[in-house]
């Protein structure tokens, strides 16, 4: 099939460079002026990912998208709304987008589907594609399962076969809120980790897993989802790609935060952790981990005193 993916960073870069490899005629955009496009262009690698002559690079987004019968997209997720609102949507409609980033909206609490259907018509379908793995993982021939969703049934099994392969077995999402929510919130489960790896509170992750899932897991049920979504691939199911891996962008971005070192860039964990305060007040659901996670940001506490505060409270309190 003919797929576009817009976003050519380390995750959108490997999408399209996976897609390739499923034998689809696939083309990588990026905004004019993007500096990860002009390399792929001069070398058509990233140090991470070679393509073939097979994948086609471009700037000229709205004629990609024209073109496209699979719209993939893989932006950060507070700069999902800008994207859409450049896209000729009416060239969208029928034609399936894949979100693939985890992250809730910061001002509105939105989940990315939600964003998404403000601009398109009602017969685009919007999913979403997530789950553990990393590119330095699979690139060198290391399979993982990643889950697909969507509000349709039929658009969901549609691109599971489309997009399986050797290295990735798709789980059927049956729950888009908790998909998402989930996905989302898994980047500060991985910020909160990191933390402890740079107070030298490694141990406690045993306590952070538990009691994060079962955060999770009451706020996924207070927005309408299935609370056991919590458990899936979406959120505990990525947590060793997210909470130990040192690959782990949102880990390796808490460490380095706690023990003062420049990281160079934000987490997507960084935004989500303040949008979920949003939908703590919202829904009126205690959030502990990803509080006392936002405040740590926001320099509102300390970081030791936050973490072990929060993990000397009752257990009987948390569930």
Known sequence: MKITVIGCGRWGSFLAWYLDTLGHEVTLCGRPGSSHLEQFRRTRSNGLITFPPTVAFSTHQQAAVEDCEILVVSVGAQSLRALMGSLPVEKLRGKPIVLCMKGIENGTGLRLSQVVEE?????????????????????????????????????????????????????????????????????????????????????????????????IARLIEAMGGDWRSAYGLAHLGDYEATVFSPHSHNRAYGEAFVTGRDFG??????ETARALALLEQRYQVELPICDAVRQVLDGVSAPREALEQLFLRSLKEEF
């Open 119 to 215: 601009f398109v018509f009602s017969d685009t379908p919007v999913a979403v594609w997530v789950g553990p793995g990393h590119v330095q993982e699979f690139t060198r021939g290391v399979p993982n399962c990643m889950v697909i969703d969507s509000q349709n049934r039929q658009v969901t099994s549609s691109l599971v076969e489309t997009f399986r392969g050797p290295l990735i077995r798709f789980y059927y999402g049956t729950d888009l809120i908790g998909t998402e929510v989930g996905a989302a919130s898994k980047n500060v489960i991985g910020i909160a980790a990191g933390m402890l790896d740079g107070l030298g509170l490694s141990s406690l992750k045993g306590a952070l897993m538990a009691r994060g899932a079962r955060e």
């Open 265 to 270: 860039q934000l987490a997507e964990g960084v």
